[in-house]
């Protein structure tokens, strides 16, 4: 058995997981959000949050942004992410079974991509909102250096000591 036969048999055999480890059932999220939205079973919201429980691993948002280049093969992905195989195997198998990307086999090769466009923008628009928060955090940073010149005499009476 080649590497990626292996790779396909551990994600059948550690599917059952969820990437924290927890078993829940034998769905992963996504799919849990699809089957229970389209029974109108969950509210949007909840549906949402799933969806964003479902992405909230750095293994599988590696493996998202990785694809923004086009698909790539299990062993490029492998060789890009320093992680154990079975763990890569098993966020590829959250990732696939919420249909967030695609998996083709080319012979004795899994070849993963993702499943749709919007994939992308979403990452594109996290990576806009963290250079937002993180500038505000070095704004906020700099304010707080800045105001320790401004201190009250009291206060830096306090912090001289007797």
């Known amino acids: ?19 924290d480890g927890v078993g829940h059932g034998n769905q992963a999220p996504g799919r849990r959000v699809s089957q229970s939205v389209n029974k109108g079973q969950i509210p949007l919201y909840e549906a949402k949050a799933e969806f964003f429980r479902m992405l909230g ?6 493996v998202l942004e ?10 490029d992905l492998r060789a890009a992410i320093e992680v154990e195989p079975s763990s890569l195997s098993q966020q590829l198998a959250v990732l696939r079974r919420s249909g967030i990307v695609t998996a083709t086999r080319e012979g004795s090769t899994v ?11 979403l990452l594109r628009v996290a990576r806009s909102i963290l250079t937002e928060l993180l500038a505000g955090q070095h704004e906020l940073l700099d304010q707080l250096r ?13 912090q001289e000591g007797p």
């Open 111 to 121: 070849i993963y991509a993702l499943a749709g466009g919007d994939v992308a923008e």
């Open 1 to 19: 058995m080649d590497e990626d036969a292996a790779q396909d048999a551990q994600e059948t055999t550690h599917g059952r997981r969820t990437a």
């Open 146 to 158: 800045s105001s320790q010149d401004v201190l009250p005499q009291d206060a830096l009476a306090r």
């Open 66 to 75: 990785l694809l923004q280049a086009g698909p790539l093969p299990v062993r």
């Open 57 to 62: 691993h750095p293994v599988r948002i590696r």
